[in-house]
């Protein structure tokens, strides 16, 4: 069963950063898979996963993704109302909860990892140093023509998440998105931004039957 998969924890992605870009934290979506020959019918009423060992912010993760689903017109239910354990369950359990959720499609997010860049931006020198020779005012002048930028490093961070939806009657995978966030700092400051990203683009491929 594709659902049951190696349970790791996100939490790079809630966690301050070692530097914030001026423009704040930001989300894209990277990359985007529909299953082949797949017709949507739009899935109605979701059953949300989030994949991680802390009990905490899966609860938070799950409630914003419900939040930004059913802000659609999609029926959510977060996992943990059904699955109040911390941790991987087993098959029978996540089957039990995909069959009392009525859920017709199963959404599941993971985290892939997180990479840190450095740009960086050599240092330089602009004007000209002319000689001079006379009083202090003229070399006050003079000197005002000549100055030193020095080199610059900024770090980023990017955390990358997968969200996988899967057809709950047939456990079968039929879209996939990846995303990518730029210098994250908590999950509630980041939560709505990235459900909303991916809920806008799975309701543009028809996978939800999303309501005006």
């Known amino acids: 069963m594709r659902l049951q998969r190696s349970s790791v924890v996100a939490a790079a992605f809630y966690v301050a950063v070692f530097s914030a870009c001026a423009s704040g934290p930001s989300t894209q979506l990277v990359s985007a898979w529909q299953a082949p020959g797949y017709i949507p019918t739009g899935f109605n009423r979701v059953l949300v996963i989030m994949v991680t060992r802390d009990g905490g912010r899966r609860r938070t993760f799950e409630d914003g993704f419900a939040y930004q689903l059913t802000g659609c017109g999609v029926t959510a239910i977060p996992s943990y109302k059904l699955i109040p354990e911390d941790g991987q ?15 017709n499609g199963v959404l599941a997010t993971r985290f892939l990892g997180t990479n840190t860049n450095v740009t960086y931006t050599p240092g330089y020198v602009y004007g000209a140093a002319p000689a001079y020779y006379g009083g202090f005012y003229g070399y006050y002048g003079t000197a005002w023509g000549y100055d030193y930028v020095p080199p610059m490093a900024t770090t980023s961070t990017v955390v990358t998440l997968e969200t996988d939806v899967f057809d709950a009657a047939k456990l079968e995978m039929v879209w996939s998105g990846t995303t990518q966030t ?31």
Not at 91 to 103: F, K, M, Q
Not at 188 to 206: H, S
């Open 89 to 103: 369950v087993p098959n029978d359990r996540l089957e039990a909860a995909i069959r009392t959720s009525g859920a």
């Open 182 to 212: 730029t210098n994250p700092t908590t999950i509630g400051q980041e939560m709505q931004g990235f459900a909303k990203i991916v809920v806008d683009a799975m309701a543009q491929r028809g996978i939800l039957a999303v309501k005006n």
